[in-house]
């Protein structure tokens, strides 16, 4: 929730469900849940989406504000 935040109030938008999800309660990513391990996972992702006009220095630029964000807040948890 920190992270989300943070990384809004850069203009960098993030949901924390999967697009099949977006409009309900679920508050679990099955898709993550899938993939195994542990279960924590399932509840604290991001997903990241990204257009045709997407560029490299976009991703470049989103992973260092999530890792500025994580370092901002990891003595949250």
């Not at 409009?23 to 996972?41: C, E, Y």
Request: aromatic letters at 10%.
């Amino acid at each position: 929730e920190y992270v989300m935040m943070y990384l809004d109030q850069r203009g960098i938008s993030f949901s924390s469900k999967s697009a099949c999800l977006e409009r309900s309660d679920a508050s679990r990513s099955h898709v993550v849940a899938a993939l195994g391990g542990p279960a924590w996972r399932a509840t604290n992702t991001l997903r990241i989406s990204f257009g045709r006009d997407s560029l490299a220095e976009d991703i470049t630029t989103i992973a260092e504000k999530i890792i500025e964000a994580i370092e901002k807040y990891k003595t949250f948890g």
